[in-house]
């Protein structure tokens, strides 16, 4: 959107929305026939030059990197952000950081842009000592698990595994999305400080209120 912006304010290049039904020669001239469906009419444009836009796809490598590294992937295949607005060059996995057409169609300006802001968040994260983790991941309540491994299944970021027959979270790789908690059928696990409890607690004071 900034960059068609960015055309019509500085180059004056002036976009319609439609479909183009026929590209032919007349006179010697290109003719552009198509229909603007902002303005509901057919228009025939008259052209020195016609350039094609050509479809843009994931490289093939892209969904077997995306499972190796536990990265979600948009509906056209490209890698996906955690947020678009919060967190535009992080992943969903900690430490996994995106730039460019890895998530889609970009443009050079925003290309360049998103790589140093990438880079940057790399920098801040190695030039550190130590690393602090989120405290809201998964605990297990041993004597309700019975070890069906629906939570292990449910994980997507494969942080929960069966010892000796109980669920046994790894803190470290648990981003506290609460899936395992959400098919648990007996209420055997829980994300810290947003446990069912709290948030029944909760409903019922917004009920209240």
Request: hydrophobic share 45%; with cysteine; proline share 4%.
């Amino acid at each position: 959107e900034e960059f068609v912006q960015r055309s019509m304010e500085n180059d004056g290049v002036i976009y319609l929305r439609g479909r183009v039904s026929k590209v032919y020669e007349k006179d010697g001239k290109l003719k552009v026939l198509g229909v603007d469906t902002l303005a509901g009419r057919n228009v025939e444009i008259d052209a020195d030059m016609v350039v094609l836009a050509q479809a843009m796809q994931p490289s093939t490598g892209t969904a077997e990197i995306a499972k190796i590294l536990k990265i979600g992937r948009d509906k056209d295949g490209f890698l996906a952000e955690a947020h678009p607005k919060l967190k535009p060059v992080e992943s969903v996995t900690a430490g996994i950081f995106l730039a460019g057409t890895a998530q889609g169609p970009k443009d050079i300006p925003e290309t360049v842009s998103q790589a140093s802001a990438a880079a940057s968040k790399v920098i801040a994260l190695l030039s550190k000592d130590e690393l602090a983790h989120s405290p809201m991941v998964a605990k297990v309540r041993d004597p309700y698990c019975t070890g069906c491994q629906m939570c292990v299944d449910a994980c997507p970021f494969e942080a929960i595994d069966l010892v000796d027959g109980k669920a046994r979270v790894n803190e470290v790789l648990c981003e506290g999305c609460g899936s395992c908690a959400g098919v648990c059928v007996r209420a055997a696990i829980d994300v810290k400080n947003v446990t069912q409890l709290q948030i029944h607690e909760m409903i019922s004071a917004i009920m209240a209120a």
